[in-house]
């Protein structure tokens, strides 16, 4: 892909390719629904899939799968796929995501074309950007919130913090399921 096609992309076009890190943190609900650190590396890897048009509007898109292994084990504990899109004249972002947990989510954020680091968020109830869960998950762990903004560090390494807002069944505090890392491109 030539830099002019990058460029189409915004922000989006410095993360296609194949990312790898092994510095990840996760504090998420235990089994006894305390806090759980989970050390785990992660690979993501990001697809142009063009544009798309809504009448006027044109998005850049970059599909995305991600998965994620603790350290010490060989099956993926954590399994998602999605769209990054760019739409250029609203300086917006937005990022699909759907978790094979029964968990669906719209999240966005502003950003100008040649930004080195975006927030994209997503909130329970909003008809914009929000948060759809299963019937379970919304009893449960129902999903309040969600933050997450990625820097690009390098050209060939990025690092992002994520925030997911848990209303867990039977407590009173927010839970702050948080995730982070650091990814090296490879491809």
């Not at 350290?71 to 990054?84: A, D, R």
């Not at 759907?98 to 999240?107: K, Q, S, T, V």
């Not at 966005?108 to 968020?121: M, R, W």
């Amino acid at each position: 892909m030539d830099s002019k096609e990058l460029m189409s992309y915004g922000p989006l076009g410095a993360l296609i390719g194949k990312w790898q890190g092994d510095k990840g943190d996760d504090i998420a609900p235990g089994d006894d629904l305390g806090k759980e650190n989970n050390k785990y590396r992660e690979e993501i890897l990001f697809v142009p899939c063009g544009a798309t048009f809504n009448h006027e509007q044109k998005l850049m898109g970059v599909h995305y799968s991600l998965h994620a292994w603790r350290l010490t084990e060989t099956t993926p504990f954590h399994e998602e796929s999605g769209y990054l899109l760019w739409d250029e004249r609203e300086k917006l972002i937005i990022r699909s995501t759907i978790i094979p947990r029964g968990f669906a989510m719209l999240a966005g954020g502003k950003a100008e074309p040649d930004a080195k680091k975006f927030t994209v968020s997503a909130k329970l109830g909003s008809s914009i950007f929000g948060i759809c869960s299963n019937p379970y998950l919304d009893k449960e762990f129902k999903t309040l919130a969600f933050d997450h903004t990625l820097t690009l560090l390098a050209p060939d390494q990025i690092s992002y913090e994520q925030d997911t807002q848990i209303q867990i069944s039977g407590q009173k505090e927010i839970f702050h399921h948080t995730d982070k890392n650091v990814l090296k491109k490879i491809g």
